[in-house]
């Protein structure tokens, strides 16, 4: 489990951001978790080394596409009906707060398919949004158990899939 913040907002305080297990560059950065944002959204910095590293590791079958949904979206050689089409051809982003406490983004938790049948990020540009934290929204927090500890003023998650019952998931919490 991870720190909160004082405030009306749930932080696990800093954390190093890397793409498939390699650093991205930028300085920690304070996260928030809200549970009531739809997307993610990371300040100007992280966002830019996100997508940077994204489009560096891209398969040559997908291309970038313009589409109203979102800002950052590809095609591929056929419409996509859902992420578990494409999920191959991206890699987890980590968000690492120190002392064993890493949160891994797969691509099922950034990427969105869109009703045109293109696949796009689901991380924004908080800085375009006048968004003041970066912020792991609901995309983000898909298939993981958040814990919020209000006594001990701790935050927790674990990965575990909406198929399988909260009791074994928990089950295997520390």
């Given amino acids: 489990m991870a720190r909160t913040t004082s405030g009306n907002y749930y932080s696990p305080g800093s954390g190093t951001l890397y793409f498939d297990r390699r650093s991205l560059g930028v300085k920690p950065m304070e996260v928030v978790f809200d549970s009531g944002s739809t997307y993610t ?5 992280p966002y830019q080394a996100t997508v940077s590293a994204l489009k560096a ?15 950052l979206c ?3 050689q056929k419409v996509f009906k859902s992420v578990s089409e494409v999920k191959n051809d991206f890699k987890s ?10 949160m891994e983004i ?7 398919v ?10 924004l540009d908080g800085t375009a949004a006048k968004q003041t934290f ?3 929204g609901d ?4 298939d993981q158990m958040i814990i919020y500890d209000n006594e001990k003023g701790q935050l927790g998650w674990i990965r575990g899939s909406c198929s399988r019952s909260s009791k074994s998931i928990m089950s295997n919490f520390p």
């Fill in 41 to 45: 959204y990371f300040a100007a910095q």
């Fill in 57 to 71: 590791g891209l398969s040559k079958s997908l291309k970038e596409v313009s589409d109203v949904s979102l800002p």
């Fill in 74 to 76: 590809w095609k591929g």
């Fill in 93 to 102: 982003l980590f968000l690492n707060f120190g002392k064993n406490s890493v």
């Fill in 106 to 112: 797969p691509p099922e938790n950034y990427l969105i």
């Fill in 114 to 123: 869109t009703k045109y049948g293109n696949v796009c990020l689901g991380i």
């Fill in 134 to 136: 970066n912020i792991i």
């Fill in 139 to 142: 995309i983000t927090m898909q």
